[in-house]
């Protein structure tokens, strides 16, 4: 039997945090959530304290971010994501309020998954969650490359 995803979930407004960690448990979601508020330390936790994500490899993880953190942008922590070999299969949902068409785009070309804009439809968004989640309870993710 297969872990269960941990949600990692980068937002730097509380509100929207409990927000959106309200509906996603409303929805029939009870995973896991690990909860950042800012990019620093969601990077801290992603990639541990050598850089590489060794200790994340083959960790079921889905990551919900937003674009405008205090300290650094999203669009930063995507592109390490993506460039990490550890980490570049992890579906990654950005959650923001940007609605511009070419950060959409940029975001898209970088390997975001799902790019949903604040704010949402709830019971939308926790209903894309619950898929990405049900997605994978029975895909298994290819392990990252040695």
Known sequence: ?????TIIMIEDDEGHARLIERN?????????????SNGTAATDYLFGKDGTATARKGEPLLILLDLNLPDMTGIDILKRV???????????????????????????ELGCNVYITKPVNYESF???IRQLGLFFSVIQVPPAAP
């Open 126 to 128: 926790a209903n894309a």
């Open 1 to 5: 039997m297969s872990n269960p995803v």
């Open 82 to 108: 993506k460039e990490n070999p550890n980490l570049k299969t992890t579906p990654v949902v950005v959650l923001t309020t940007t609605d511009d068409s070419q950060e959409i785009k940029r975001c898209y």
């Open 24 to 36: 996603i448990r409303r929805s029939g979601v009870n995973n896991e959530i690990v909860a950042f």
